[in-house]
């Protein structure tokens, strides 16, 4: 058991991989009180005035208190992040870093611009940890590459990926879940896939081109891998609920 672990861990992709061990490392250092989460919450105050510039990182890495929700969220990350580098980016490990950190600047922007308009600054303000957003962008952005993909929900209805954040905001409004942070990796996801592969398609352009520091960072191999539109894939999301529907298979 611990070497089929460890073998499913070690084949992750560099950046999966990466992620969500500095997100179990952290979460399980606040849970064993190590680090505490006040030193790791976005802060615009702390970052601006004391240049406490590590909150713009750490606010991504806590998914608060281990409990059953820890654990469907690392589900989660491994499996949409993993899915991402290793079909949509496969060979472009430089062009997933860079989506990931156009999550995290738009997300950071979102509230930190958020927190200053009146009325709704308290909701803004209320966001500390942005982790769960990142995610859900992920989630996002794979319903949008892999459209056609055959899911059910606890068996009762089926749908296509498409529609899967969708269902998971519907899900979080029925359990009483706050749907800001779906709403918020929701957005971001949308103005990635927007701005990387329907304005291209529109114009010519590509806004979000990986600068080339970024590229040098990676040792990429240029791999096109063409997926068939109704590749088997499992969406296991969220509290376990949706599937794949062994019927589309």
């Given at each position: 058991?611990?070497?089929?672990?460890?073998?499913?861990?070690?084949?992750?992709?560099?950046?999966?991989?990466?992620?969500?061990?500095?997100?179990?490392?952290?979460?399980?250092?606040?849970?064993?009180?190590?680090?505490?989460?006040?030193?790791?919450?976005?802060?615009?105050?702390?970052?601006?005035?004391?240049?406490?510039?590590?909150?713009?990182?750490?606010?991504?890495?806590?998914?608060?208190?281990?409990?059953?929700?820890?654990?469907?969220?690392?589900?989660?990350?491994?499996?949409?992040?993993?899915?991402?580098?290793?079909?949509?980016?496969?060979?472009?490990?430089?062009?997933?870093?860079?989506?990931?950190?156009?999550?995290?600047?738009?997300?950071?922007?979102?509230?930190?611009?958020?927190?200053?308009?009146?009325?709704?600054?308290?909701?803004?303000?209320?966001?500390?940890?942005?982790?769960?957003?990142?995610?859900?962008?992920?989630?996002?952005?794979?319903?949008?590459?892999?459209?056609?993909?055959?899911?059910?929900?606890?068996?009762?209805?089926?749908?296509?990926?498409?529609?899967?954040?969708?269902?998971?905001?519907?899900?979080?409004?029925?359990?009483?879940?706050?749907?800001?942070?779906?709403?918020?990796?929701?957005?971001?996801?949308?103005?990635?896939?927007?701005?990387?592969?329907?304005y291209p398609r529109m114009t010519?352009?590509?806004?979000?081109?990986?600068?080339?520091?970024?590229?040098?960072?990676?040792?990429?191999?240029?791999?096109?891998?063409?997926?068939?539109?109704?590749?088997?894939?499992?969406?296991?999301?969220?509290?376990?609920?949706?599937?794949?529907?062994?019927?589309?298979?």
């Amino acid at each position: 058991m611990a070497q089929a672990v460890e073998e499913w861990y070690r084949q992750m992709p560099i950046i999966t991989r990466s992620y969500l061990t500095a997100a179990v490392v952290t979460t399980v250092g606040c849970t064993l009180e190590i680090i505490s989460p006040y030193h790791l919450y976005l802060n615009p105050k702390l970052v601006v005035q004391h240049y406490e510039i590590w909150r713009l990182v750490t606010n991504f890495l806590y998914f608060r208190k281990m409990d059953l929700d820890f654990l469907f969220h690392m589900f989660f990350l491994a499996r949409y992040c993993k899915l991402l580098e290793e079909n949509s980016f496969r060979g472009r490990t430089a062009d997933f870093f860079y989506m990931l950190l156009f999550g995290a600047t738009v997300l950071t922007g979102i509230v930190l611009i958020g927190g200053m308009i009146p009325y709704i600054s308290e909701t803004f303000a209320r966001i500390l940890f942005l982790s769960n957003s990142l995610t859900f962008m992920m989630v996002y952005v794979w319903s949008k590459h892999n459209p056609f993909i055959h899911m059910s929900f606890l068996g009762l209805f089926t749908f296509t990926a498409a529609y899967l954040p969708w269902v998971l905001l519907g899900f979080s409004i029925l359990v009483g879940s706050s749907t800001w942070v779906d709403l918020l990796g929701m957005i971001a996801g949308h103005m990635y896939y927007f701005l990387e592969d329907v304005y291209p398609r529109m114009t010519g352009r590509r806004p979000l081109k990986t600068p080339s520091f970024i590229k040098a960072l990676f040792a990429d191999d240029n791999v096109v891998v063409a997926q068939p539109p109704n590749a088997g894939i499992g969406a296991g999301a969220r509290f376990g609920a949706i599937g794949v529907d062994p019927q589309a298979q």
